[in-house]
């Protein structure tokens, strides 16, 4: 009996093993976390720039990354756990959104999951979620194309949100009621994503050109500063949290 | 001798004052750290219920669109329908974890039974109830653990030293986990990719 509930306990505290997957919190909230380096760099510095304006206009904080694997985690437990343990999102509204998708689990069990706090769960349910991470992130996923598949689904979350970059435009809006074939969307991002601003420079100095910028806060339009966020200001982590919301495919 | 006496009393009463004083400086925390963790025991198992009413909610829902798919299935349907009354009647924690182990061991034979219909696989409507139900899963595991681990953090008060003496003072009792029945799987496993 003894032996059991030593057993149970055991199991109660697995949490603590759970814990070492995920990765530690980083000191500033850079929005992407490319650890997979999946993402073209040029793209990585416009979604950090255009998730820094959605939280500067919103308040929501969406943060994206690519991971190699997620190990024994369930997707869920690992975007709960992230959102939780950094903090996504604001301490009372729970704002906050964790796109990550993996690398290295092989083909066919790859995750690609949305998970979001509980503030964001009336406007996205997990049916909505499912369908969105279908329709905008699995057809470039399954040719192993993160970049476009972050690019659109947060350009997607962007617009529906309502972020407002303060004219500058940061993302290509995408028209669902398009009947262009994706080939075809995928050269004008392309084009788009060349054109943007980071365009100057050679293939290797730019992203240190675009580091810069993004640190010496090249977006200060100064259309966002009093928003009517509680604490620790845009890049921050306001201590979000999320009771497990979300969905996902395998690719 | 009188005035002595009175000196005597004096001290006695300063000495239970100051006993009293030093119990109570040691009893009050603890009391209260008890009645918080009641406090955090009873939001998170409000969490818990309602993320299993969520699952009762969308149950039916589901039913009725593999219902459009499968209506000769009858034998899941009934099975589906005791599992919900039961979880209805449920009053306790045990009594709630049961019937919920048999509304998911019902729901994990109805994600089976499903694999049968490729047509239902690839309703739109159907995949966002699924996405639903999948999440649903999720968010009950997530607010199980959570309970659970507030549950623990209580009991452990309880049982050491000196939080039992204060618990059986004032009738705090230990809480029961939210376990699951071995061998059922925790949740059905909710996993299609999307070509099929």
Known sequence: MRFLVSIIVCMLVMPLTIMAAIPEKPAYNSYVYDK???????????LIRAAKALEGSTGNVIVMMTIDTIGDLAPYEFGTEVIRKW???????????LIFATTDQGPGKNDVWISVGEGLEGDYP??????????????????????????????????????????ADLVKPINEDDDWPIALIIFIVIIYLSLSKFGGGGPGGRRRAARRIYRAGGFSTGGFGGGGRSS??????????SSGGGAGRRF | ???????????????????IGIVAMFTIPKYNKLIEGEEQIDASWAQVENQLQRRFDLIPN????????????????TQIAKARTDYGNAGTVEQTATANNELSAALARLLVIVEKYPDLKADVQFTRLMDELAGTENRLAVARKDYNETVQQFNNNVRTFPGNLIAKMFGFEKKAYFEIKEGVEESPTVDFGSND
């Not at chain 1, 997979?36 to 416009?46: H, K, L, R």
């Not at chain 1, 996504?88 to 704002?95: A, F, R, S, T, V």
């Not at chain 2, 798919?69 to 349907?77: L, S």
């Open chain 1, 36 to 46: 997979a380096n999946v993402i073209s760099d040029d793209v990585e510095q416009n």
């Open chain 1, 87 to 97: 903090g996504i999102g604001d301490e009372k509204l729970n704002n906050g959104m």
């Open chain 1, 126 to 167: 997990d049916g909505l979620l499912g369908s969105m991470v279908d329709t905008y992130m699995m057809p470039y996923l399954e040719n192993g194309d993160y970049t476009n598949a972050f690019a659109n689904i947060f350009s997607t979350f962007y617009e529906e949100m309502g972020g407002d970059a303060g004219g």
């Open chain 1, 232 to 241: 620790g200001g845009f890049g921050g982590f306001g201590g979000g949290s």
């Open chain 2, 1 to 19: 001798m009188i005035k002595n006496n009175k000196g005597n009393a004096l001290v006695t009463v300063l000495v239970i004052i100051a006993v």
């Open chain 2, 62 to 77: 589901l039913v009725n669109s593999v219902k459009g798919y499968a209506a000769h299935e009858e034998g899941i349907f």
